[in-house]
């Protein structure tokens, strides 16, 4: 089956959330293959996460719902989906 590449972008629920921190609870959570930080105003920084899914109905919810269950995060959005060959 194939896998496709999951872009989440991921929201702290404010600008004192410690992002090391959330890092860790994400890579703990979902294993992803990439995070990087995305700075988007006033001091507030988003993490994009990538993850390769199987391309499977209800994968990539699974995802976001460990995401959110995540007491730090406000908001978990996806950015981009690319298949992979």
Same mark, same amino acid.
């Given at each position: 089956?194939?896998?496709?590449?999951?872009?989440?972008?991921?929201?702290?629920?404010?600008?004192?959330?410690?992002?090391?921190?959330? $890092? *860790? +609870?994400?890579?703990?959570?979902? !294993?992803?293959?990439?995070? =990087?930080?995305?700075? %988007?105003?006033?001091? @507030?920084?988003?993490?994009?996460?990538?993850?390769?899914?199987?391309?499977?109905?209800?994968?990539?919810?699974?995802? $976001? *719902? +460990?995401?959110?269950?995540?007491? !730090?995060?406000?908001?978990? =959005?996806?950015?981009? %989906?690319?298949?992979? @060959?």
């Amino acid at each position: 089956m194939a896998k496709v590449l999951v872009v989440f972008r991921i929201f702290p629920k404010s600008v004192n959330v410690d992002l090391s921190e959330l $890092e *860790e +609870k994400i890579v703990n959570s979902i !294993s992803p293959e990439k995070i =990087e930080r995305e700075p %988007i105003a006033f001091g @507030l920084v988003a993490l994009k996460a990538s993850k390769l899914v199987e391309d499977q109905e209800g994968e990539i919810q699974k995802i $976001e *719902e +460990k995401l959110n269950s995540i007491s !730090s995060i406000s908001q978990v =959005e996806i950015v981009e %989906i690319t298949r992979t @060959l």
